[in-house]
């Protein structure tokens, strides 16, 4: 991974970037016990957990598993 994402054992690489239609795209590696703090999507997220798993409070993602999160949704931030 190229760039800490300014959250203790979270690392981006930027794998793509459209400015016109304000779109990333990223791949992420979160190490184990991690927490990204809670946010705000200002548009959609899309995530394919690739291993391990992937947590919102009590929902679990795992290896295989797709999330779309639409605008405006909040993730907390809890493990």
């Known amino acids: ?3 800490p994402a ?3 054992g979270v690392r981006f690489k930027l794998l793509d970037e459209d ?5 990333r795209t990223l791949l992420v590696r979160i190490e184990p ?3 990204y703090p809670a946010h705000r999507h200002a548009g959609p997220e899309q995530c394919l957990v690739l291993e ?3 947590r919102f409070g009590e929902v679990v993602f795992r ?3 797709y ?3 639409p605008e405006g949704s909040v993730h907390s ?3």
Not at 19 to 23: C, D, K, W, Y
Request: cysteine-free; overall charge negative.
């Open 1 to 3: 991974m190229d760039e």
């Open 6 to 8: 300014g959250v203790n």
């Open 19 to 23: 400015p016109v239609q304000e779109r």
């Open 33 to 35: 016990a991690a927490i």
């Open 52 to 54: 391990g798993d992937l």
């Open 63 to 65: 290896g295989g598993d």
């Open 67 to 69: 999330i779309r999160a």
């Open 77 to 79: 931030g809890e493990p």
